[in-house]
């Protein structure tokens, strides 16, 4: 796997703000990314980081239930997703910083 497709998109949110503070961030890693990925990937990303620690948590899809003109719903699922949590040593990242 390309180092450029493992980190998908950086996730932000409210929770993600507040541990970029503490020196985490959170992103949206591929399906078939490993720590090691994700670390290599994160420093190639962002000159002037230094990874410390990757922790990985997947994230299951929901279901979902859609009502059409008949009696039956029709169920589906939601793709899930893989998300790691970041921590830096040093450096820092301008993506999570607040204007």
């Known amino acids: ?10 996730v932000v ?5 507040a541990l970029a503070s503490k020196g985490q961030y959170t992103f949206e890693v591929a399906e078939v ?4 990925d ?3 990937a994160v420093e190639l990303l962002y000159k002037g980081t230094k990874v ?4 990985i948590t ?4 929901k279901r979902v239930f859609w009502r059409t003109r008949g009696r039956r719903p029709i169920e589906g699922k939601r793709s899930g997703l893989k998300k ?3 921590s830096l040593s040093e ?9």
Do not use: D, W, Y
């Open 52 to 55: 410390a620690k990757v922790a």
């Open 91 to 99: 450096g820092k990242i301008e993506a999570f910083e607040k204007k």
């Open 84 to 86: 790691a949590l970041v």
């Open 13 to 17: 949110t409210e929770k993600s703000f």
């Open 38 to 40: 994700v670390a290599k």
């Open 33 to 36: 990314a490993n720590k090691e």
């Open 58 to 61: 997947r994230l299951p899809g």
């Open 1 to 10: 796997m390309n180092i450029f497709q493992v980190v998908k998109r950086p």
